[in-house]
């Protein structure tokens, strides 16, 4: 997938790879920092007013390529820079996402 969150930590499974994940963490909500620098026309606000990464029709990020990799990797968002793959985060949305899939229900826009 695409995010590059492979920082290290106590915490982490390395078994969870994003090479073998369905880039689910691309489509959380990614709420931007006034410090981000990523170019207006791939952001939106949302109705609570939230500056935010936009979607797709299908609920991906804008920024993931057809690779499945991050567009704007050199200028992504802090909150992706800290999200980290194989972490209690990472595992909890990769998770819920099996376990919807397993029941037969629509993906969720976090
Ligand atoms: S900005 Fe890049 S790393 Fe962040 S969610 Fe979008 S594609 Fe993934």
Do not use: N
């Not at 963490?25 to 990614?30: A, E, F, P, Q, W």
């Not at 935010?52 to 804008?62: F, K, Q, S, T």
């Not at 993931?64 to 972490?87: H, L, Q, T």
């Amino acid at each position: 997938m695409s995010c590059s969150k492979t920082q290290g930590g106590s915490d982490v499974d390395p078994s969870v790879q994003c090479g073998g994940c369905d880039a689910i963490c691309c489509r959380l909500t990614v709420v931007l920092d006034p410090d981000d620098r990523v170019p207006s026309h791939l952001t939106d606000y949302t109705h609570d007013g939230l500056h935010v990464m936009a979607r797709d029709e299908e609920g991906w990020c804008v920024a993931v390529d057809p690779e499945m990799g991050c567009s704007i990797y050199a200028s992504r968002p802090d909150v992706c820079r800290r999200f980290v793959m194989g972490a209690p985060y990472c595992r909890d949305v990769r998770q819920v996402h099996h376990d919807q899939l397993r029941r037969g229900i629509p993906l969720t826009m976090y």
